[in-house]
Structure formats: C-alpha cells, structure tokens
C-alpha cells in the first residue's frame, strides 16, 4: 500500500529506543504511552516514514507494519511460531501459489499469514474455537477479505484423521504431537507433497523421524534456525550481547506416496 496513512490503516510508530507500538488509525483516536499521547489525527494525511510528536516531547516514526511486525505485535490467544521460522518452514515445505496447505495447529495466525501472502491455499484444523476466531481476524486484519477467501479453519483434531478428498501439496504441523498425524498425512498429501513439523523439543522431532517410512517418505531433515543480531556504529562491530537461539525445531520430509514393493522385497 501507497500514500499518505488513512483511517482504517495500521501503523508501526517506532520510538527513539526503536521499540515498536501497533495501532489501527480511527477518527478521534489516540494512541497512549508513559512518554505522552499521540492521536490519530496527527497521523492522518501523512506519508509513511514521518515523525510525530507526543504531548510530552517523545519522537515516533511512523510507518507500515511488515508481517514481521504484525505477528510480534498483533493479539495473540496462543504462542506465535517466531518470524526467524516462519521464514524456514516456508522454504523447507516449499509453499508458494498455487499450492494447497493443510495446517494443524492454527493458534493466532502468524504460519497462516506466511503461507496465505505466498498465494497458497490454507485449509486449517484447530480444537479452540477462540484460537480459531483471532487466527480468522489477524489474517483478515493484515492480508484483507481477499485472503480469507483462501483461508478455512474448521474446529477439528488432526490426530482423528484429515479428510482425504483435500489432496493437499504440504502438511504443516504446529502440535504437541506431529508423529501421530503422519499416517493422516499419507493420505491427503499428494505424490511428491512435503510434510514440515515445527517441534520445541529434540525428543519430539525424533519421534517425527521415526514414523516417516523409508518406503514412503524421502529427503527428511531436522534442523533449527539461530538468529543473533550485530551491533553496528561507526568501527564498533560485535555481536548483539543477546540472541533469539532456540526456539523449536523444524522436520520436513517429501512424501513419495503409497508405492508397491520393489521387486525382490
């Protein structure tokens, strides 16, 4: 989106110590903090990138939010899979337009808002209703009415089964146990399909290898994705002293498809 920020519109004010603040431009609106107020009015009509003021002197630039932004800052009812992941899965799970997803489980959205904004399908499973309900809104509040049409959350546990009629070209699983939705998998993915678990611990991950078939499934990994930050100003270079480390680990694996036995087996 282009030009001055309107009513309706969601804006990232970032203060002078670059901590991000989200809020959602409406008439009469006022966004408060400890160092002032800003209304939204002073942001009306303005281009992105301006600086505005509070009513006790803080400066806050204003800008769009990425998705970055809106998945650390949006509501959230459940823990969201971290940005430096969200990165990860869609590229081991290789999700783009036009494939299908199947994802289990939904929580606040962040996974659904990745794949959605490639172009694919995402068909979803999810036991709470109230999850479902703030996945449905961030979805809708970032990415716009035109994505929900691509977007299906239905109040169902995967680890009873998943429709086999979907078809589905990637399984992402974000649930306490992946391993028991493998065999589900099997048979709503097609031939060629890959399956991706995001998993906070090893033991997990590991129970996810053990279940991928050898005979049915190829190319399987287990990785983890480290994220640590520099420090730059002017000939002072280091690392930042903190780093977002572990955080889960990811499993992927390609679906070769219920295949017969090689002769001589």
Same mark, same amino acid.
């Given at each position: 989106?282009?030009?001055?920020? #309107? !009513?309706?519109? %969601? ?5 002078? &110590?670059?901590?991000?603040? $989200?809020?959602?431009?409406?008439? @009469? ?5 400890? %160092? ?6 002073? $942001? ?20 769009? =939010?990425?998705? #970055? ?7 959230? @009812? ?5 940005? &430096? ?8 799970? +290789?999700?783009?337009? =036009? ?7 939904? /929580?606040?959205?962040? $996974? ?41 959350? #239905?109040?169902? +546990? ?8 979907? *078809?589905? +070209? ?6 306490? *146990?992946?391993?028991?939705?493998? =065999? ?5 993915? !097609?031939?060629? /399909? !890959? ?19 050898? #005979?049915?499934?190829?190319?399987? %990994? ?11 100003? /002017? ?20 679906? $070769?498809? &219920?295949?017969?036995?090689?002769? @001589?087996?």
């Amino acid at each position: 989106m282009r030009g001055p920020f #309107e !009513v309706g519109d %969601k804006v990232v004010l970032v203060d002078t &110590k670059r901590r991000h603040y $989200l809020v959602t431009l409406r008439d @009469g609106g006022e966004f408060h903090s400890h %160092k002032g107020i800003v209304t939204h009015a002073q $942001l009306v009509g303005v281009p992105e990138g301006s600086i505005v003021r509070s009513t006790r002197g803080q400066d806050y630039t204003a800008l769009r =939010p990425t998705l #970055e932004d809106f998945v650390l800052l949006m509501p959230r @009812g459940a823990q969201v899979i971290y940005p &430096k992941d969200l990165g990860a899965i869609l590229m081991l799970a +290789d999700v783009g337009g =036009p494939v299908r997803v199947f994802e289990s489980g939904v /929580g606040s959205g962040a $996974l659904s808002m990745a794949m959605l904004r490639t172009g694919a399908d995402v068909v979803g499973y999810e036991l709470r209703e109230d999850f479902a309900n703030r996945a449905r809104l961030n979805v809708g509040a970032f990415l716009g009415d035109a994505a929900l049409e691509r977007y299906r959350v #239905e109040l169902r +546990d995967a680890y009873e089964g998943i429709d086999e009629h979907l *078809e589905v +070209d990637r399984v992402v699983l974000d649930l306490p *146990e992946p391993w028991r939705v493998v =065999p589900h998998a099997e048979g709503a993915l !097609v031939p060629g /399909g !890959v399956l991706c678990a995001y998993t906070p611990s090893i033991v997990q991950a590991t129970q996810v290898r053990e279940v991928l078939r050898p #005979e049915r499934w190829a190319e399987a %990994k287990t990785l983890e994705v480290l994220h640590r930050t520099w420090h730059v100003d /002017g000939a002072a270079v280091r690392p930042d002293h903190r780093m977002v480390a572990h955080t889960g680990f990811l499993t992927a694996a390609r679906y $070769l498809g &219920k295949r017969p036995p090689a002769p @001589g087996d």
